[in-house]
C-alpha cells in the first residue's frame, strides 16, 4: 500500500455508511487519517469514578459512575411510565430519567451497584443535575452480555480514553472504530525531520498515535502528547516561516517621511502631546516603510487606545512620501465613521487641491457600495490622477473599477473581518506590493499572535489616552431577579435625565427576512436548544422601550438592513445628540465614537462572545463621564455563559479577557478564526498555555525554512504541510 494512501482511505471503506456518515456530519472526520487524529479528551482510570460534582451545563459529556438506586414511576394515571435512575461517584450524585417505552432496556441492565460509562446533556431540573434519555455501555460482565464482556476485555487493567463525541455517536463507538483503524498507524509520514526528532528525543509517529489511543501507563499518555503537540505547533511555524521568508522576497517601493511636509504639519495642529505608546509604535512603522520590503505589521490595542492616530500619521507620511493610501473598513457606519473623524482630525490640511502639497494638504475621498455615482465618479477620478491621497472605503475599494494613482500602503480595520482574498486583491493594486498595516482591538495573546498571525511583526498600544473614563460592568439576571432588569431601564433613564445617551443592544434584527430565516431554522434548533426562545430583536424591544420603560424618550433603531442614507442619518443625529436610546445590532461594534454615550444594556449578553462583548462596551465611557455597562441574561447561574459574562463584568483589560475566551473556546479553529467547531486543527496544543512549545517550534522552523525555503529534502514534512494547510487555510493565514 502507497505509504500516504492508508491515512487518505475513507472510513465507509472500514466502518461502514451509517457510522461514517454521523462522523462526517457530526464530527468532521472523514478519513482514517482524521480518526487517527481525534484524540481522547481525557482517560478513566479502570475501577476510578468520574466527580460528578463539576459537570458543565448544556455540554454533552461522559462519565463513569455507579448506580445507587433505580425506581418506576407512573404518572397519567398509570399510562406514562419514567424510569429515574441515581448515579454516585461516592461523593456526589447524578440523576438520569427516561420514558415511555425507553425504560424497559435500562431498568433492567441498570441495576444498584453496576458500572457503567454513561453519555448525554447536562441539564438542569427541579434545581438537580441531570441526564435525559443518555446513552450507556456496561463496564461489569455481571451478566453474561456479550458487549459488556467485550467493552470489559477491551479496557481490562488500563486507561479508558473518553473521545469528544457527541449526541449521534457515543465516546465508546468512537473507541471501537478507532480500534479498526488502529492498524494504520504504523504507516503515518513522520513530518519531523530526524535530527530534530532525536535531539530532542522524541518518540515516533506511530508510536505516539498507539499511545495516546489506547495507553497502558499514564506516562505513555504524557510522551504521546509531547510529541503530538510538537508536530502541531513545528508544521504551523514552518507554514508560516515560509510565508515570511516569501514576503521578504518581494520588493516594495520605500516611502520615507518628508520634514516639513505634511505629517509635521498636522502633528503641529494636535491639541493633546502623543501618549508614549503612540510614539513608539509609530517609529516602528515609520521604520517598516523606510524598507524595500512591503511592511507586514499587525496593530493591536485596547479598545479606545488611539489606533486610528498612529494609523493616520502613517498615511501621512506616505502621501509626504509622494503615495496614496487606502483604510479598508469592514461595514458602512464604520468606513464613514472613519471618514468623519479623520477629516475632523486633520482639518483644513483634509482640503488639499494637490498630492503632496504640504501647505494646502491632501484630498481625503470617501469610497462605499452606496455611494450616488456623480460622487462615485469623483472620487474614482480623485484616486487615478492622485488628487486624493489619502481613500477610505469598504469592500468597494476592491472592484475592478478603482484605479490607483500610486498605492503606497494600505490601513486594514479588524482584519477578522476580511478573507484574504480581499486583502490580496487591494494590495495588487499597488505597481509594487504596497506596505501593510492591519488594526485590530481584539486583544490577542502572544502566544496567539505567534500562531494565528506569525506572518505579521506585531506592535501594542497598550496605554489609554488621557480624559478616558472608567465603566462599571454588572450582569443581570432577568429570569432569576426580574427587578434588576427594571432597575436597569431607570438607569438608563437617569443617565439620560442627566444629559448622557445610551446604547440598547440586540442580538437580532427582527424584521421579515430575519424571520423567515428563523422559521427555516427552527425546527433544527428547537431539537437541539430544547426550549430555548429565539433571540431578542432590535424592532421589537424598541417598540417595548419606547411604550414601556423608556416612554418619552427618544429612542431610535439602526441594524445592517437599513438603507445606508438612513443609517448615516441615525448615526449622525446620535452623534448630535438628537437621540437619546440608539437600539442597535452589532453594527456599532467597532469604531463608533459618540463620547456622550454613557451607558449600554447589551440584551441577551450571552449569546455574544467575550471579546465582543468588550468590543461593545468599549462603546461608551469614551467621555469625561464613566460609563455603564449592564449585561442582561437569562442563562442559570451554574452555566458556562453565565461565567463568561461574570468574567466580562471582573475586568476592563482586553488581554486578560482574550485568554479567558481563548481557554473556553480551546476546541475552536485557532487557523481558521471560526469563533467555534467541533474540531480544531490543533489538538493537543494549547495556544495559552505551551508558550514555551509554541516558541521552541518557531525557532526550529525557521532555522528549517532558511536552509530549505522550499522543503526538497524534507518530502514528509511538505506531505504533513499540504494536510495542514488544505488550501483555504493557507488562503486564511495570508491574511491574517
Same mark, same amino acid.
Given at each position: ?6 491515512f ?15 462522523m462526517?456530519?457530526?464530527l468532521?472526520?472523514?478519513? !482514517?487519517?482524521?480518526?487517527?487524529h481525534?484524540?481522547p ?5 479502570r ?10 451545563l ?9 448506580? /445507587? ?5 407512573? @404518572? ?10 441515581t ?6 450524585r447524578l440523576?438520569?430519567v427516561?420514558?415511555?417505552h425507553?425504560?424497559?432496556? $435500562?431498568?433492567?441492565?441498570?441495576? $444498584? ?5 454513561f ?20 463496564l ?6 456479550d458487549?459488556a ?8 487493567g488500563?486507561?479508558l480514553?473518553?473521545? &469528544?463525541?457527541?449526541k ?19 504507516e /503515518?509520514?513522520?513530518?519531523l525531520?530526524? /535530527?530534530?526528532?532525536?535531539g530532542?528525543? @522524541? ?19 504524557a510522551?504521546?502528547?509531547d ?9 504551523l ?21 518628508? &520634514? ?5 504639519? @498636522? ?14 509604535v ?5 521604520d517598516?516603510?523606510?524598507t ?9 490595542? =485596547? ?6 492616530m ?6 501621512l507620511?506616505?502621501?509626504d ?5 487606502a483604510?479598508?473598513?469592514?461595514t #458602512? ?13 486633520m ?12 501647505d ?20 474614482l477620478?480623485?484616486?487615478?490622477t492622485?488628487?486624493? +491621497?489619502? !481613500? ?6 476592491i #472592484? ?8 503606497g500602503?494600505?490601513? !486594514? ?12 486583491? *487591494? ?17 490577542? &495573546? ?21 480624559g ?8 443581570? $439576571? ?15 433613564? =437617569? ?6 445617551q ?18 427555516? +431554522? ?12 429565539? &433571540? ?11 411604550? +414601556? ?13 437599513m438603507?445606508?442614507d438612513d443609517?448615516?442619518?441615525v ?11 440608539? !437600539?442597535?445590532?452589532?453594527v456599532?461594534e467597532?469604531?463608533v ?11 441577551d449578553?450571552?449569546?455574544?462572545g467575550?471579546?465582543?462583548?468588550h ?5 461608551v ?11 442582561v ?8 455563559a ?5 468574567a ?6 482586553g ?18 478564526q471560526?469563533q ?15 508558550? =514555551?512549545?509554541i ?9 528549517v525554512?532558511?536552509?530549505?525555503p522550499?522543503?526538497?529534502? *524534507?518530502p ?10 488544505d488550501?483555504?487555510?493557507?488562503e486564511?493565514?495570508d491574511?491574517?
Open positions: 500500500m502507497d505509504r500516504v494512501s492508508a487518505e482511505e475513507p472510513l465507509k471503506k472500514l466502518l461502514g455508511g451509517p457510522t461514517a456518515k454521523v462526517a456530519e457530526h468532521d472526520l472523514h478519513t !482514517v487519517g482524521d480518526l487517527l481525534h484524540y479528551r481525557r482517560y478513566e482510570e475501577g476510578r469514578l468520574t466527580a460528578l460534582t463539576d459537570l458543565p448544556d455540554e454533552h459529556v461522559t462519565v463513569v459512575a455507579q448506580v /445507587a438506586d433505580a425506581r418506576v414511576l407512573t @404518572f397519567n394515571g398509570g399510562r406514562g411510565k419514567r424510569l429515574e435512575v448515579l454516585t461517584d461516592g461523593h456526589g440523576q438520569l427516561f420514558f415511555g425507553g425504560v424497559h432496556k $435500562p431498568h433492567k441492565d441498570l441495576l $444498584p451497584g453496576r458500572r457503567a460509562m453519555a448525554g446533556k447536562v441539564s438542569v431540573f427541579n434545581r438537580k443535575m441531570q441526564l435525559a434519555h443518555p446513552t450507556y455501555q456496561l461489569d460482565a455481571a451478566s453474561g452480555d458487549e464482556t467485550e467493552a470489559v476485555d477491551a479496557f481490562a488500563k486507561l480514553p473518553i473521545y &469528544p463525541a457527541c449521534q455517536l457515543d465516546s465508546w463507538r468512537i473507541a471501537k472504530a478507532v480500534d479498526a483503524v488502529l492498524p494504520s498507524a504504523r /503515518a509520514v513522520d513530518p525531520p530526524e /535530527a530534530l526528532r532525536e530532542r528525543g @522524541f518518540t515516533s509517529l506511530p508510536e505516539a498515535l498507539l499511545k495516546i489511543h489506547r495507553p497502558a501507563t499514564k506516562a505513555d499518555v510522551a504521546a502528547r510529541r503530538l503537540k510538537w508536530d502541531e505547533a513545528f508544521v511555524q514552518v507554514a508560516l516561516a515560509r510565508r515570511r521568508y516569501a514576503d521578504t522576497q518581494l520588493p516594495a517601493v520605500a516611502r520615507r517621511p518628508v &520634514p516639513g511636509g505634511l505629517l509635521d504639519a @498636522f502633528d503641529a495642529k494636535l491639541p493633546f502631546t502623543l501618549t508614549d505608546g503612540q510614539q513608539k509609530s517609529q516602528e512603522i515609520f517598516d516603510l523606510a524595500e520590503h512591503p511592511m507586514h505589521r499587525l496593530l493591536q490595542g =485596547e479598545v479606545g487606545s488611539g489606533k486610528t498612529v494609523a493616520l500619521r502613517a498615511m507620511a506616505v502621501v512620501a509622494g503615495g496614496q493610501a483604510m479598508l473598513a469592514p #458602512e457606519v464604520l468606513a464613514q465613521q472613519h471618514h468623519r473623524s479623520i477629516t475632523e482630525m482639518g483644513d490640511l483634509a482640503e488639499g487641491g494637490m498630492l503632496g502639497g504640504s494646502q494638504g491632501t484630498k481625503v475621498v470617501l469610497l462605499t457600495g452606496s455611494m450616488g455615482t456623480a460622487a462615485r465618479r469623483q472620487a477620478l480623485d484616486l487615478v492622485g488628487e486624493a +491621497g489619502i !481613500v477610505i472605503g469598504t469592500h468597494a475599494l #472592484e475592478d473599477k478603482v484605479k490607483f494613482h500610486d498605492l500602503l494600505v490601513v !486594514v480595520d479588524e482584519q477578522h473581518r476580511f478573507g484574504v482574498e480581499q486583502r490580496d486583491a *487591494l494590495r495588487s493594486k499597488g505597481k509594487q506590493p504596497p506596505h501593510l498595516l492591519v488594526m485590530t482591538a481584539t486583544p490577542i &495573546p502572544r502566544t496567539v499572535a505567534m500562531t494565528v498571525f506569525g506572518d505579521l511583526e506585531t506592535s501594542v498600544l497598550d496605554q489609554l489616552p488621557a478616558r473614563s472608567p465603566i462599571a460592568s454588572h450582569v443581570v $439576571p432577568a429570569k432569576d431577579k426580574p427587578h434588576f432588569l427594571s432597575r436597569a431601564w431607570e438607569r438608563v433613564r =437617569e443617565e439620560v435625565d442627566n444629559g448622557h445610551a446604547y440598547v443592544v440586540c442580538p437580532r434584527i427582527g424584521d421579515d427576512e430575519d424571520d423567515a430565516a428563523k422559521k427555516k +431554522g427552527k425546527k433544527a434548533a428547537a431539537e437541539e436548544e430544547g426550549d430555548k426562545r429565539p &433571540p431578542l430583536a432590535v424592532l421589537e424591544i424598541a417598540e417595548q422601550l419606547a411604550k +414601556g420603560p423608556l416612554h418619552g424618550l427618544r429612542v431610535e433603531v439602526l441594524h445592517g438592513r438603507q445606508p443609517k448615516d442619518d448615526m449622525r443625529r446620535f452623534a448630535a445628540g438628537e437621540v437619546d436610546v440608539l !437600539v442597535a445590532t452589532t456599532i467597532v469604531g465614537n459618540v463620547p456622550n454615550a454613557t451607558a449600554m444594556v447589551i440584551m449578553a450571552d449569546r455574544f467575550v471579546s465582543q462583548l468590543q461593545l462596551r468599549g462603546r465611557g469614551r467621555g469625561s463621564a464613566p460609563g455603564l455597562c449592564l449585561l441574561t437569562e442563562a442559570h447561574e451554574a452555566s458556562p453565565r461565567a463568561r459574562l461574570s466580562v463584568a471582573a475586568t476592563l483589560d488581554f486578560e479577557l482574550s485568554r479567558i475566551d481563548l481557554e473556553q473556546r480551546r476546541e475552536g479553529d485557532v487557523l481558521g471560526a467555534s467547531g467541533v474540531r480544531s486543527s490543533l489538538r493537543v496544543l494549547n495556544v495559552i498555555d505551551d508558550e =514555551e512549545v516558541a521552541a517550534a518557531r525557532q526550529e522552523a525557521v532555522a525554512v532558511a536552509a530549505d522550499d522543503l526538497e529534502r *524534507l514528509e514534512l511538505r506531505t504533513a504541510l499540504d494536510a495542514l494547510l488550501k483555504e487555510r493557507e486564511y493565514l491574511k491574517g
